[in-house]
């Protein structure tokens, strides 16, 4: 599941530690804030000194025990390194409650927009609240050197893989989790034998298409920065593309195959 940092590239995924990263969201009585010099030489927020250009808000936050990264690599790079300006976006870890049953409930949730980070030697395990994903805002190159000395951790493959289902399904309702769900559903309305067939197909289906929605651009952008040649890229498209009409052909086949029977009964 976890993996130590390696680069200096951040990557979607990644795993950060530090005091300034906080939960932050705002409730009604959100209001612009503006710095002054107190009494004894302190600084001072107040809202009779807000102004225009006053970047200053009153929110409501808490610290978490970390941060994980929900960009993208390229785009990480871009913010970080190409352009030293923009905002990252990360989902809140919270720490495991001490009580056991609790915490098994916790990392078996099925929950789209909670991503279970089960206990290891590397960490000591926690939950990401998609839910409740923040931004930080990058001003300058400068200002970018922090985050990636706050890395403690990043996703293997397999967590990689985790976290981009648990946030495909929360974001925009697609993805094997989705295709699980609905494949569940689809067969209560069948009988039971048909309607686990059913779900097999549909779930064969979706989850083809979901890997190969991000796979095929993996291959793409790979390929021009790495000079792979045309054909050899081609053929990679081509295994991916015809795997999903394979997967598409048998579902379709078991799906009217199902309806006759359920037509005829």
């Known amino acids: 599941m976890y993996r130590l940092p390696s680069g200096d590239h951040l990557l979607f995924g990644d795993i950060f530690k530090a005091e300034w ?19 004894g030489g302190a600084d001072a927020y107040s809202s009779s000194q807000a102004t225009d250009d006053q970047t200053f808000l ?13 960009n993208d690599d390229c785009y990480a790079e871009t913010v970080l390194v190409r352009q030293g300006a923009g905002r990252l976006s990360f989902a809140p870890v919270f720490g495991l409650p001490d009580k056991p049953a609790e915490r098994e409930q916790l990392l078996k949730t099925a929950l789209y927009g909670r991503l279970p980070l089960p206990p290891d030697d590397l960490f000591a395990g926690g939950v990401a609240d998609l839910t409740c994903a923040f931004s930080v805002k990058v001003a ?66 979706l989850s083809r298409t979901w890997s190969a929605e991000g796979g095929i651009p993996d291959v793409i952008d790979t390929a021009v920065e790495a000079g792979t040649p045309p054909d050899v890229v081609l053929a990679d498209i081509l295994q991916r593309v015809e795997a999903i009409a394979r997967d598409a052909q048998e579902a379709a086949t078991a799906l009217q195959q199902i309806a006759a029977e359920v037509a005829a009964s």
Do not use: M, N
């Open 58 to 70: 009153l929110a409501h936050g808490r610290v978490p025990l970390a941060v994980i990264l929900l």
């Open 140 to 205: 300058s190159k400068a200002a970018a050197g922090p985050f990636a000395k706050e890395r403690v951790l990043s996703l293997d493959d397999y967590g990689c893989a985790q976290l981009e289902a648990r946030l495909g399904a929360h974001a925009a309702r697609r993805g094997p989790l989705v295709a699980r769900g609905v494949g569940t559903k689809l067969a209560s309305l069948l009988p039971d034998e048909p309607g686990q067939r059913a779900k097999r197909a549909v779930e064969q289906v």
């Open 21 to 39: 990263f906080h939960d932050a969201w705002i409730e009604e009585d959100a209001v612009l804030l503006g710095r002054f010099t107190a009494r």
